[in-house]
């Protein structure tokens, strides 16, 4: 398996992004992995590392795209960019997958446009996994479409059953619909839309799930706008740290306080691991004629590891083949 | 000042609402409270309570709407129940305030329909008084406008400022509007809308605030709309919880632990509280020719005692009458 990762892209490559794929081929050796960027920077950054050389290549590409630049026309401009030469890379069947940490607006529109959706889907969806006190949700759609249709959100259903079966392992995965009540008639004109006709699709629908009861583990796959997902999905983010950032100030307020919290230290770093995004990959792209996973911006070596193991259950699972034939499929749902 | 409380609202209701009435009665010298519901059930509750006799009264309402009546339905058909008379009161001038733990859709139904909105209002919003690390912030609308439009969320910044003014005397609020990016031009076809306009009105407009902000108090008020509202208060409250269950889980899973825990209890005690509800009163209904508090659900006796304390200051600010005035020399900016 080969999988293309974007050297130059987040707040904290190129160290963490070669880290984190020397870490992964320590410990897959099935997998190859290219190093898409500026040759020299990445070489400097392995220098020194320990690493199966033949497992490791460097495909030079000299852009950047940066945050700030508008997607679609960075993509247009920038040909020779990590995202642009990295995404080509899956699309010419050169690599099985592709990762980037960099931005998100870049990757979905280089993804879009040159690898292409799978027929049938009317958009791609970014995926998140997001930490619950049961294990991960998948949340669909969390940052591609934000004035979201029926039609898509029906969509974004097929795909989150489809990808927590294959990738995660989950035999029948429940599917919510993210809504601020429970009951079946409530919410705003998308979700009430939607309702019914996820009744009728062949997935386990577990109706109406309030974000309240998302971190509890209520459902294994939340249906959703991107900009409901995304808020539900940086709220979780924002409050987790700040409820971090006052558990700290408490906890180091006296010298008492600071002594009894160091033989909790084990207790707290288990605490902490259970919701942090560094061990639950990156977001996949669904919807697509090829693998893609974003990983978060501020990504540690960790993340982009787990990050590449994911792209590789991705591709182990064949997502993209089982979601091709399960769309086709259901063709009579969609379009109405 | 003459504060009504639904005593028949709430999950915990009566036995909290009564205890709440007593406790802010013990407190604020300067109030009558009024429960309304059934008489003898009060009576009973408040029976071996002590408290100032010439300050509490009771009105009876034999009927109890419940979650699961659809609103506008319930409240002309409940002509008699504690919702409909106790908004009543304050249509009616009997009373300054009226609060309840029950019902939301009624509750706002029957604020709506029979207090009515102030002239230039389009939609009354429900706020809610987040907590973040630096203090609350108001989020409006997190219940009341699922499918808003430019015009309300306009209003709905015009309605936290003078909110926060009044009400949490903050001097010039930083108003921002719930995005899934801090760039101008990032967001769904709403937020896309009403960033301009916002520009152009007589507030502290910070501009977007994503949801990972918020927590941290990045603004004193965030402007959206109830659907998004909803989620973002709905899963900061599911991720606070989550994190404690998880936390308490690690903390007591050796004796080590426990005896360790054992010393920084008054530390967890201050962190819970910093994200308590309970402590920070419920969700004023804004936009109404009166004073309308919806208090959380499941609140306890003392989260009925900060609300009813709310409601004061709600009152004591003449929130009306300024949002009136303020509506009333901005009311070329809606209606685009």
């Known amino acids: 398996m080969r999988i293309v990762?974007?050297?130059m892209g987040g707040d904290n490559a190129p160290d963490v992004t070669v880290q984190g794929a020397v870490a992964a081929?320590?410990?897959?050796?099935?997998?190859?992995?290219?190093?898409?960027?500026?040759?020299?920077?990445i070489e400097e950054k392995l220098s020194g590392l320990s690493y199966d050389k033949d497992r490791?290549?460097?495909?030079?590409a000299r852009e950047i795209i940066t945050n700030d630049e508008a997607p679609v026309?960075?993509?247009?401009k920038k040909k020779d960019s990590s995202i642009v030469v990295g995404v080509k890379m899956v699309r010419d069947g050169q690599a099985d997958a592709?990762?980037?940490a960099g931005s998100t607006g870049a990757v979905l529109a280089a993804s879009t446009i040159i690898i292409k959706t799978i027929k049938g889907i009317i958009r791609p969806a970014l995926a998140s996994m997001m930490p619950t006190i049961e294990g991960p949700v998948l949340a669909v759609d969390c940052g591609a479409n934000v004035d979201a249709k029926p039609d898509h959100l029906l969509q974004f259903a097929?795909?989150?059953?489809?990808?927590?079966?294959?990738?995660?392992?989950?035999?029948n995965p429940r599917v919510g619909l993210l809504n601020i009540g429970a009951e079946s008639e409530k919410g705003n004109e998308l979700t009430k839309a939607v309702y019914p006709r996820l009744q009728q699709m062949p997935l386990n629908f577990v109706g109406n799930v309030e974000a309240r009861d998302v971190p509890n583990g209520m459902a294994d796959v939340v249906v959703c706008d991107a900009f409901a997902g995304n808020v539900?999905?940086?709220t979780m983010e924002g409050t987790a740290c700040a409820l971090t950032t006052l558990l700290k100030r408490e906890l180091m307020s006296t010298t008492l306080r600071k002594i009894c919290a160091l033989g909790l230290k084990g207790a707290f770093k288990n605490f902490k691991a259970k919701f942090d995004y560094a061990e639950y990959g990156g977001a996949p792209l669904i919807g697509l004629n090829g693998c893609v996973v974003k990983a978060h911006g501020s990504s540690?070596?960790?993340a982009i590891e787990s990050a590449i193991y994911q792209a590789a259950k991705f591709v182990d699972g064949k997502l993209v083949e089982t979601l091709r034939t399960q769309i086709e499929s259901l063709s009579d749902q969609f379009g109405e």
Chains 1, 2 share one sequence.
């Open 25 to 41: 081929l320590a410990k897959r050796k099935d997998i190859t992995m290219i190093l898409v960027g500026q040759k020299e920077v």
């Open 73 to 76: 026309f960075a993509i247009r």
């Open 232 to 234: 539900m999905l940086k």
């Open 98 to 100: 592709f990762i980037s």
């Open 300 to 302: 540690n070596a960790r």
């Open 158 to 171: 097929v795909m989150g059953d489809v990808y927590m079966r294959v990738v995660q392992g989950v035999e």
């Open 56 to 60: 490791l290549e460097i495909v030079d």
């Open 5 to 7: 990762l974007d050297a």
